[in-house]
């Protein structure tokens, strides 16, 4: 497998690598956020970002996509470490790697199709309120009590000010000039005049020190015994998920962005084994940021390069670099994240959420809502849930029956739609036995017995038949309907050779 096309400009590149500083840079104060979150060392989640950066952008199924330590698992984690230590955190995420790994070996990532477009809708929208509301944290300050407060006076006004600065850069370099990525100028330019004119403002380093040494490969100080399993299985097993589920999610948006296409199995595995050497390395493990993400491919990123050079450039950092780094002012980064909230949220959603389906509608503000008041797994297991539930409904009233009588003289049902549990009070509405004459026939080359409910449904009304010494027959019937429908058949009879050839359709990947 080729990692890096090597069939590459100079123009090319050079989008490539500062689009990778520029996330490199977005990391860290998320990295340390995220650590403080889950109650782990900073170094926990830069260690996780690097490594999780580093092997997913190698081997993942989406280039330009960005992963490492997220809020979404740190929330999870905390419970973990709080209770049991971080020791039992590295193994839980160990074990969620390999949970990973299952679900790429069985092709789980095809489930993403499953996901309706007003689910993915909500989930954007609702991931940039919450991108928006995590940077607010920033803007609280220390008193004299030690206690979190939010910023006043000439403080504020400070920060605010770079802030906008940041955000007038990113907005108004693009149309002078795109030789350099947009937010990584106004990074260096807010950092170079809070540095030259001494303002104060907070920086990286007031969260954390991120100075350290290269990670190192260590076996986590758990028993190996049936009880450490029991404790690390249900974390492990919901960390998999979320970060699957994001993962996939953000891997569907920078699709449409780029109007390519990623492999979402050969992304789950990657998140796998990413997840498995980071327990191993002592990080807190991670999956697809879609903040970073933004930043990258707005920057013009669209191969696997930009997040290599990320995740170089953040371990550089840690081991070189980490007194430049603690100076760059937080607002800068405030303001890079600000402006991938504006650049996340679908504001014509707002525009058209009127001329929506009334379904539709309702499942975007339910999953926005639930994104932001849960997490994101909850909220897209909850709008597709939902989702399926309409469909089933407005499905059960599409059923349909032509009548008419053949030239012998039988009654001739001809269905349209699909028979399943939701449809079968419908379907059976649509006989008469009592009026019919002694032949029926049922066709069903327009419609399909979808589930055993049909098949149940199918049976009652064949004995209603046979009860009133009537025959029922049933035509088009596909393989495997036929085959579910072979306990009945003493009482019904299969015209097999009016039957097309077709069968239940498969995915394949």
């Known amino acids: 497998m080729t990692i890096l096309n090597t069939n590459i400009s100079k123009s090319d590149l050079k989008t490539e690598v500062l689009s990778g500083i520029t996330v490199a840079l977005a990391l860290v104060p998320e990295a340390v956020a995220f650590a403080i979150i889950a109650n782990v060392a900073p170094l926990v989640g830069l260690y996780a970002a690097f490594i999780v950066c580093l092997i997913t952008s190698a081997f993942g199924g989406r280039p330009g996509m960005i992963s490492g330590a997220t809020g979404a698992l740190a929330v999870v984690m905390v419970s973990l470490v709080t209770s049991h230590g971080v020791e039992y955190l590295f193994s839980a995420v160990v074990l969620m790697g390999v949970i990973q790994i299952l679900m790429g070996l069985l092709k789980l990532g095809k489930f993403i199709r499953l996901v309706p477009e007003s689910v993915i809708l909500g989930f954007v929208n609702g991931l940039a309120i919450v991108i928006f509301l995590a940077q607010l944290s920033q803007f609280k300050t220390l008193n004299s009590q030690n206690e979190l407060v939010w910023m006043q006076g000439v403080d504020l006004g400070i920060m605010m000010g770079l802030v906008l600065v940041t955000m007038a850069i990113i907005y108004f370099l693009p149309k002078l000039t795109k030789a350099i990525p947009s937010s990584l100028a106004a990074i260096l330019f807010t950092s170079t005049i809070v540095i030259l004119l001494d303002i104060p403002t907070r920086a990286v380093g007031d969260m954390a020190s991120i100075k350290g040494g290269f990670p190192s490969f260590s076996v986590p100080d758990v028993p190996f015994n049936w009880e450490t ?126 001329k929506m389906p009334l379904s539709d509608a309702i499942t975007v503000v339910l999953v926005t809502s639930m994104t932001v008041a849960f997490d994101l797994a909850i909220a897209v297991v909850a709008g597709v849930i939902f989702s399926a539930i309409v469909f089933a409904w407005e499905s059960a009233t599409r059923i349909r029956a032509r009548k008419s009588i053949t030239p012998e003289g039988a009654k001739l049902y001809e269905m349209w739609g699909p028979l399943f549990f939701a449809s079968t009070g419908v379907f059976m509405d649509k006989f008469t036995p009592n009026e019919d004459p002694s032949e029926v026939i049922i066709d069903f080359q327009e419609s399909r017995i979808a589930d055993h409910s049909g098949i149940e449904a199918v049976q009652k009304l064949t004995k209603k038949y046979a009860l009133l010494g009537k025959k029922l027959h049933l035509r088009h019937l596909s393989p495997d309907c036929r085959r579910l429908l072979d306990n009945a058949s003493a009482m019904i009879e299969v015209n097999i050779e009016e039957d097309p050839h077709y069968s239940v359709a498969t995915d394949k990947i």
């Open 229 to 354: 399993l029991k404790i690390i299985f249900p974390y492990s097993l919901i960390l998999a998920s979320i970060g699957i589920i994001e993962s996939l999610l953000t891997l569907t948006l920078i699709d449409e962005i780029t109007e390519t296409r990623g492999n979402g199995n050969k992304e789950c595995l990657a998140q796998g084994a990413a997840n498995i050497v980071t327990g191993f390395f002592g990080g807190m493990g991670g999956c697809a940021m879609i903040g970073q993400s933004i930043i990258n491919v707005s920057s013009g990123a669209r191969r696997r390069l930009s997040g290599l050079v990320a995740a170089v450039f953040l371990i550089s950092f840690i081991l070189f670099g980490s007194s430049l780094i603690e100076n760059v002012p937080l607002a800068a980064l405030v303001g890079v994240m600000f402006m991938v909230c504006i650049g996340t949220f679908k504001w014509t959603s707002l525009k058209y959420l009127r």
